[in-house]
């Protein structure tokens, strides 16, 4: 709620549980813009105050604190959520209570709320390119691993059809707890094994990453023999792994921190000054960078965060990403954003290895599913 002298958000990101890294690194995006906005003068001479809370990687303590920050605290505006599992626990107390939610997370696609501005990657903003690339250069024969919840099942039911498309085979496919033990890591391992893909496609999340990926490596499967593709293993899993178990992998996404863009290089250099030389910057903590900005140039223009007030100055605003420039569709809520490939070095680093050099509009319900309307949808974007 806009109070007397400042305007109040909510901040609601796990600070503990299973995705705490890939979170931590979202809050500190967040926290970044804000201090940006407030060192600048506030909006229309308001600071913007954060009150922040942990959702602790459960859906029930998402939903709570997402009551207690709209019905309690009053505030009309939440940047928050990773886990699609999160997210659909918190839209619809958002919608009841006529707020708005910032979600700077890639996700599956195929939902629309007016109450939620869906700043991470569609589907057809991360998920074609990997597909084209491994299909192009890795190979079409998938093993696919994931974490018990809906973001893997439905990423793997798209992948699924990319995989039919360019005449692949699917060889299997299995689930991991959240938290997976050495007995549910080794009887997927022996299945992978069994298989013998040409890639595995992991849409496992969290802490469970770098569990999977040691355990892969361990088992004596080499980076070069099995190169692991996946759209969450950023910076922020990879440095919980231990060095090389990552080497190899492939992912797309709309930022890395080794971008040689001058607003990524200027974004990563006041991320580390701010929380230490050491920490991972991510696309997930760009996106919830951006989206903060997006919603103060927003509040500028509207002048109240009354949800009917600002959602259409939302839909309007631009601002300059460290990914390049970025706004929101007004068509269907979700971010233009500019989608890249990368594999990850010998030294756990990401090396982008196809940069189609494009703004993409966002296709959350893929109205055009094949693999190749995307380059006649990325033309158009090119104008857009
Ligand atoms: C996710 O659950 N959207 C990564």
């Known amino acids: 709620m806009a109070g007397p002298s400042t305007w109040r958000v909510g901040v609601l990101f796990s600070q503990t549980g299973v995705t705490a890294g890939i979170e931590s690194t979202q809050l500190d995006g967040t926290m970044l813009a804000i201090e940006e906005i407030n060192d600048a003068g506030g909006v229309r001479g308001k600071p913007l105050e954060p009150l922040i809370y942990d959702g602790r990687s459960d859906p029930k303590v998402f939903r709570a ?55 991470g990657a569609a589907p057809n903003q991360n998920m074609v390119q990997l597909a084209k690339y491994l299909f192009e250069f890795v190979g079409t024969r998938i093993y696919m691993v994931g974490s018990n919840y809906v973001y893997p099942y439905e990423t793997n039911r798209i992948m699924s059809d990319f995989v039919v498309q360019s005449r692949g085979r699917v060889l299997g496919e299995s689930y991991l707890p959240l938290e997976p033990r050495a007995g549910d890591l080794d009887k997927v391992i022996r299945d992978i094994a069994k298989a013998k893909p040409e890639v595995l496609f992991s849409t496992v999340v969290g802490s469970g990453t770098a569990r999977l990926y040691e355990a892969i490596r361990a088992a004596g499967i080499s980076p070069r023999e099995l190169p692991i593709a996946s759209l969450t293993t950023s910076e922020a899993e990879v440095a919980e792994m231990a060095p090389g178990a990552a080497e190899n992998s492939i992912t797309a996404a709309p930022f890395f921190e080794s971008l040689g863009l001058p607003a990524a290089k200027k974004f990563v250099a006041a991320y580390r000054a701010r929380f230490g030389e050491d920490r991972p910057v991510t696309a997930g903590a760009e996106a919830a960078y951006f989206q903060v900005h997006l919603f103060a140039r927003a ?44 594999r990850v070095n010998s030294k756990g680093r990401f090396d982008v290895v196809w940069n189609p050099g494009v703004r993409l509009k966002p296709d959350p319900y893929f109205v055009a599913p094949s693999l190749d309307d995307w380059s006649a949808e990325m033309a158009q974007a090119t104008h857009s």
């Open 65 to 119: 604190n997402a009551e207690r920050l709209l019905g309690h605290d009053r505030v009309r505006v939440i940047f928050g959520c990773y886990m699609s599992s999160t997210r659909k626990a918190v839209l619809p107390t958002v919608e009841s209570f006529r707020g708005l939610l910032f979600y700077p997370t890639l996700y599956e696609g195929f939902e629309y709320s007016p109450h939620c501005i869906y700043t």
């Open 299 to 342: 509040l500028e223009r509207a002048g109240s965060d009354n949800f009917p007030d600002l959602l259409p100055e939302v839909r309007k605003v631009e601002f300059a990403a460290p990914q390049g420039p970025v706004r929101i569709d007004p068509e269907n809520n979700h971010a233009l954003l500019w989608p890249r490939v990368a």
